[in-house]
Each structure stands twice: as C-alpha cells, then as structure tokens.
C-alpha cells in the first residue's frame, strides 16, 4: 500500500460518537484474543464508548489527538499531561494512556504522527517525558515505540482478567529534553 496521507487534528466534543465506535473496533481487532472472559471485555470495551471519550476530553489535562482518512477517524491517542510514570515516579511526565489504530493503517507512520502531534501540544506544560504501558506480548506495538525513542523502564501487570499468561506489561517512557 502508498504511504498513507492522514490529517492530524485534536479531537473535539463532536468527534465522540464516532471515536466510540472506531475505539472499540481497534482494540478488538488486536486485542480480543487476551479475554477468554467475554463479560470482562465487554465491560473493558466499553471504557472506549462515546461516553468515556465525552468524559475523558473535558478533564482540562487531557488531549485526544485523531487520524482522518477522507474526513473518516482511523486511528486516536489520548494524553494525560501531569501524568508521573509508575516506576521511577518523576515529575514532568505526560501519559499516553490509548493509542490505536484500525488494522489496515498500521505500519504508516501515522501512529508516530500522531504522537508528534501530542507532543508539540504537551510541551507548553514544560513535560519532560512521555510515557506508556504495552502488553509484553505485543511485539509490532513494543517495537514501533523503541523506534519512536522510547526506553522500557520496567514491568507491571495489567489489573483487568486478561488470559493470566498474557497480563504482564512493559511501561515505557520517551524523554523530551
Ligand atoms: C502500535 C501502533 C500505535 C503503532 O502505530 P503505527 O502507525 O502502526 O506505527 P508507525 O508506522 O508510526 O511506526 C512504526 C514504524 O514507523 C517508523 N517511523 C515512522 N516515522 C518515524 C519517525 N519519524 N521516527 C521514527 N520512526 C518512525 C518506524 O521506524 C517503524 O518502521 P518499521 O517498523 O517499518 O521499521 C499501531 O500499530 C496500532 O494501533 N496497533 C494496534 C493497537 C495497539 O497495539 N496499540 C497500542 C496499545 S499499547
């Protein structure tokens, strides 16, 4: 496929409906296969509806960045400024708590695009670092974020009943100065 050409843009009150179906859709495309518990996903499904995103962009530390293609949401990244990682604790950190993709835009850079984005945003906060935890077991998601200028920090586990052999998480973390 062409390199993809997306428009990068911060996500507003009017993008929730559909972020609330495009975010559902991208973690079950990667990541359905972790629950053999169907009622705990669809409960953890549902921390990506409309509603949670309506919730999540009125927290003034928050920013949703999203990816159109021919004005359709393919992809989003959601930031919390202020955010300190788990491990080592400093300040001066912002958390990217989702980033997500549908299955046939991967691997463009858009997901780095997209980071980029919430970076230049976050930086009027004066943060010195971003970070994130990825299952282990996602190898195409770990290694982008190394190529991003990412560092594991260290592990942790993921507290919702995943498969028990799949519930170990790397938090990783991308310094900005
Ligand atoms: C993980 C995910 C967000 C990564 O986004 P992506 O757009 O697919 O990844 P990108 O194309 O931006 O980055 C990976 C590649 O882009 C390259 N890249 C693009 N621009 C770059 C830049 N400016 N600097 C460094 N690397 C860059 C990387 O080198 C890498 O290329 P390679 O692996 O072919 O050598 C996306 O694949 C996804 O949504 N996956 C499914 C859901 C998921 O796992 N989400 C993460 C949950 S923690």
Redesign the pocket.
């Given at each position: 496929m062409d390199r993809l050409e997306p428009r990068l843009r911060r996500a507003t009150a009017a993008d929730v409906e559909e972020l609330g179906y495009v975010g559902p859709a991208?973690?079950a495309?990667?990541?359905a296969y972790f629950w053999d518990d169907s009622v705990a996903l669809a409960r953890h499904l549902a921390t990506f509806s409309s509603d949670a995103f309506s919730r999540l962009i009125e927290r003034p530390q928050v920013s949703v960045w999203v990816a159109e293609i021919d004005e359709t949401i393919v992809?989003f990244?959601t930031m919390i400024v202020g955010s300190a990682d788990p491990i080592q604790s400093r300040a001066g950190g912002a958390e990217i708590p989702?980033?997500?993709?549908?299955?046939g835009?991967?691997?463009?850079?858009?997901?780095?695009?997209?980071?980029?984005c919430a970076i230049a945003h976050a930086r009027k906060d004066d943060i010195r670092y971003v970070w994130?935890?990825?299952?282990a077991s996602?190898r195409?998601?770990r290694?982008?974020?190394i190529?991003?200028?990412f560092v594991e920090l260290g592990p942790t586990r993921f507290s919702k009943p995943v498969k028990a052999e799949l519930a170990d998480m790397i938090v990783l973390a991308k310094q900005l100065d």
């Open positions: 991208a973690y495309a990667e990541y992809g990244l989702r980033i997500y993709l549908l299955p835009v991967k691997g463009h850079g858009i997901g780095y695009k997209l980071l980029e994130l935890d990825v299952m996602a195409q998601a290694s982008a974020y190529r991003w200028g």
